[in-house]
């Protein structure tokens, strides 16, 4: 007999050498199991089936009081979840790669990414941001690649508009989007081509029947002041994201915070005389020395836009992540974290930026540099944090009025889509002092 049979005869009362062999077994597993402490979802293009949902596996971790790592530069971005049958069955569920790791392999992988020589870091993600997106109420004839994307990776938000910004709701969140959205009062400049559309008129009478509720004679009035409450949310600690034309919009309102640069068709009388040279640029996020458009018929706002300046067949059109030092770096470099450093382009009412017109304390996170335009920028406002990234839809290159919406399922591994939803996580991690 056996040393191992015997304590099996002696405390447990098994004699049965098939009973033996299952209760092995199941020590074995357990102690297997015991080891499996860690859920790493990869980021890169090999392994990751559904990057854009991964975010949303996170997000809902975080959501549940856990804490989790973001392994930048490490397998596409990585992330680190606590092990547990529910995220397991939530991966499987979601359609989410997964790797199970012991706890010794996971200390394996920290150790190394902790190393000086690697471009690397782990930084803890605390908290599930409470997301805001700006919108406005009903049925727009354009879709929202945030709200698109969002909705896609299961990731919970609340709509805001101009009633709650201006009675201070933005308050309530850690993270703000904006989207198609004209702060400068000129409807979007959609004048031009759609002045005889019913949409266009039903919005304009929307817009000015709101304007008039919260006290305002003039759409730009209101939202001027809207803009203006923005840049306190974000100088006092929020994050905002801006795309397409609510990024040069933005600026250009807060530049223009006590001119007149709106034509009669807009809001009934004429713009001032000279109002180029009394736009003040030191009250913008990210542009300066721009020139307004003053034609109420282009479909554009200033010089900053690049869509009319760029000379590029849609084949080639690609811009470049840039490559920021992880440990020294964090945020630009949890921005950019992607599976690839070059991301598809796509137009916009507001397709990118004139690098000559951002201002010197703006990081530059993606670029054409041969076109001389920036795509995707990141600033420091005060206590808080701006992001503005051009174009419309990541996945549309060239997406019109009253086009269908992008269809996410079949763009699960989007590059374009996943600079989005590094902006949704990054308000969750422990900063680190910037150096760049």
């Excluded at 890169?44 to 009081?65: F, S, V």
């Excluded at 680190?80 to 979601?94: A, G, M, T, V, W």
């Excluded at 896609?152 to 805001?160: C, G, L, R, S």
Aim: proline letters at 5%; aromatic letters at 14%; one cysteine or more.
């Amino acid at each position: 007999m056996t040393i191992t049979t015997y304590h099996f005869k002696k405390y447990s009362g098994f004699t049965n050498p098939v009973r033996l062999i299952g209760i092995f077994l199941v020590l074995l597993l357990f102690t297997s199991s015991s080891y499996a402490s860690y859920i790493l979802l990869p980021m890169d293009a090999e392994t990751q089936k559904n990057h854009l949902k991964a975010y949303g596996i996170t997000y809902w971790t975080l959501n549940k009081q856990l804490k989790v790592r973001w392994l930048l530069n490490y397998r596409g971005g990585a992330f680190l979840l606590p092990d547990s049958e529910e995220i397991r069955k939530e991966c499987k569920i979601r359609g989410v790669s997964f790797e199970v790791l012991s706890d010794a392999k996971t200390q394996s992988i920290l150790e190394d990414i902790s190393s000086p020589s690697k471009n690397q870091e782990a930084v803890i993600l605390e908290k599930a941001p409470k997301i805001a997106v700006y919108s406005p109420k009903g049925n727009q004839p354009w879709d929202d690649a945030v709200t698109l994307v969002l909705t896609y990776a299961e990731i919970p938000y609340e709509t805001v508009y101009d009633e709650e910004v201006l009675n201070d709701g933005l308050l309530l969140y850690d993270w703000l989007h904006l989207h198609h959205e004209d702060f400068t009062g000129q409807y979007g400049k959609f004048y031009g081509a759609y002045r005889a559309a019913p949409w266009y008129i039903q919005e304009k009478k929307k817009a000015e029947a709101l304007a008039q509720s919260l006290g305002y004679s003039k759409v730009s009035e209101e939202k001027r002041a809207v803009a203006l409450k923005i840049r306190d949310y974000v100088v006092g600690g929020g994050f905002m994201f801006a795309m397409c034309s609510a990024t040069d919009s933005f600026d250009i309102a807060l530049a223009a915070e006590n001119v007149d640069i709106c034509e009669a068709m807009f809001d009934g009388d004429p713009a001032e005389p000279n109002y180029q040279s009394k736009i003040d640029f030191d009250k913008t996020f990210a542009f300066t020395n721009f020139t307004l458009e003053r034609s109420p018929v282009r479909y554009e706002f200033s010089s900053i836009d690049m869509t009319d300046k760029r000379f590029i067949p849609k084949e080639t059109d690609y811009f470049t992540l840039m490559d920021f030092s992880a440990k020294w770096d964090p945020i630009p470099t949890m921005l950019c974290q992607n599976h690839t450093a070059l991301v598809k382009g796509f137009m916009g009412q507001t397709t990118s930026f004139d690098s000559k017109e951002i201002k010197a304390n703006v990081l530059v996170l993606g670029e054409n540099k041969t076109n001389g335009e920036a795509r995707y920028i990141h600033g420091i406002k005060g206590q808080g944090f701006f992001t503005f990234y051009g174009g419309h839809d990541p996945e549309d290159y060239r997406h019109r009025v009253g086009d269908p919406k992008t269809e996410l399922e079949l763009h699960p591994t989007s590059p374009g889509y996943r600079l989005i939803l590094n902006n949704v996580l990054f308000p969750a991690a422990k900063k680190k002092k910037q150096k760049t």
